[in-house]
């Protein structure tokens, strides 16, 4: 069984950062992908960054340019730097992994852009 806990979520004005940071315990796979959804309010579940071992990293048009996707394979780690930063990125930020079985999320972090 694969656990994921995210942190680093909270409030920040616009054109400020924030890291986000999860952690996963049980079996993970290097070559597997890992990454990040967000949801914002009243909208769908979407993606903003996945990784596979720690090459390759792919964005949505979004966020590219303004966020970047790290991954410590060693640690089980997986973060998401978050520059330039606008109310439109306010949403609760998922960790995700997924293996060929199944797609595996964590709790949610919350994420609030506002002046």
């Known amino acids: 069984q694969v656990q994921l806990v995210e942190s680093g979520g909270g409030w920040v004005q616009p054109g400020g950062s924030l890291r986000l940071s999860c952690t996963a315990s049980?079996?993970?796979?290097?070559?597997?992908?890992m990454g990040w959804y967000r949801q914002i309010v009243g909208k769908e579940r979407e993606l903003v960054a996945t990784?596979?071992?720690?090459?390759?990293?792919r964005y949505s048009e979004a966020v590219r340019g303004r966020f970047t996707i790290e991954r410590d394979n060693a640690k089980k780690l997986v973060s998401l730097s978050m520059n330039s930063l606008n109310p439109e990125d306010t949403a609760v930020y998922f960790c995700?992994?997924?293996?060929?079985?199944?797609?595996?999320w964590g709790q949610g972090t919350q994420v609030t852009v506002s002046s």
């Open positions: 995700v992994y997924r293996n060929s079985l199944r797609t595996y």
């Open positions: 990784i596979r071992s720690g090459r390759d990293p």
């Open positions: 049980g079996r993970i796979f290097s070559d597997d992908h």
